[in-house]
């Protein structure tokens, strides 16, 4: 028969490592800015749009990626962090200006959620295993090649604390050099838009509120 001295034993060491894992997220969220967003329900709309947009840099300090990888990395500057009380529809929007060199890049855009890759209303860990939406591009331009480069997603998220970025990654191709792709970001901006619905909402549409973080 388990002693009550060893169950409370397991339970403080299971309110450890959950206390562990809460603030290590708030650790890394306290970087950024929390943005608290009010009922929307007390407001005259329930909607309300969020922005966040590069620094604006010399041309030979652009955000650069020359290593393809299966881990998406954060494009620096655009991460906001949002606290509500209630389930909010994201509406995410991404433009920025892509500038592809001779040696050429094959590249892919995705959201990252709470450092997870955001895929079809659902998170996958961003540890090489998420192919993402697999929308990627590539290019092997003949002169320096710059063009606006656009990425937009849908997600139900619960009531929480929900930190937000735009990742990028490199792919490897049978058209490109080992070595010779090179993919500078600038200029980007990412827009949020909210949506706040009843409380008890778990679906809208075709989209289940997000419930596995």
Not at 4 to 15: E, F, H, P, T, V
Not at 122 to 149: H, I
Not at 170 to 192: W, Y
């Amino acid at each position: 028969m388990i002693s009550s001295l060893s169950l409370d034993i397991k339970m403080r060491n299971c309110l450890l490592a959950l206390f562990y894992i809460w603030a290590t997220f708030i650790s890394a969220a306290e970087k950024q800015d929390v943005i608290v967003v009010p009922d929307l329900r007390q407001q005259q709309v329930t909607q309300a749009v969020y922005k966040k947009f590069q620094p604006r840099v010399p041309f030979d300090q652009e955000f650069q990626i020359t290593t393809p990888n299966t881990v998406f990395v954060k494009i620096p500057g655009l991460s906001l962090v949002l606290s509500h009380s209630y389930p909010m529809l994201y509406e995410l929007s991404f433009e920025g200006v892509c500038r592809v060199e001779t040696g050429g890049a094959a590249y892919q855009l995705d959201f990252l959620c709470n450092d997870h890759v955001l895929v079809d209303n659902k998170l996958e860990r961003n540890d090489g295993t998420s192919k993402g939406r697999e929308l990627w591009y590539w290019y092997k331009p003949m002169v320096l090649f710059r063009q606006a480069c656009t990425r937009t997603e849908t997600v139900f998220l619960p009531a929480g604390i929900h930190l937000i970025d735009v990742g990028i990654r490199l792919r490897e191709h049978s058209e490109l050099l080992p070595g010779m792709q090179r993919l500078n970001i600038a200029n980007g901006g990412l827009t949020v838009k909210l949506t706040q619905f009843n409380t008890n909402q778990v679906a809208i549409g075709g989209l289940e509120l997000l419930s596995e973080l």
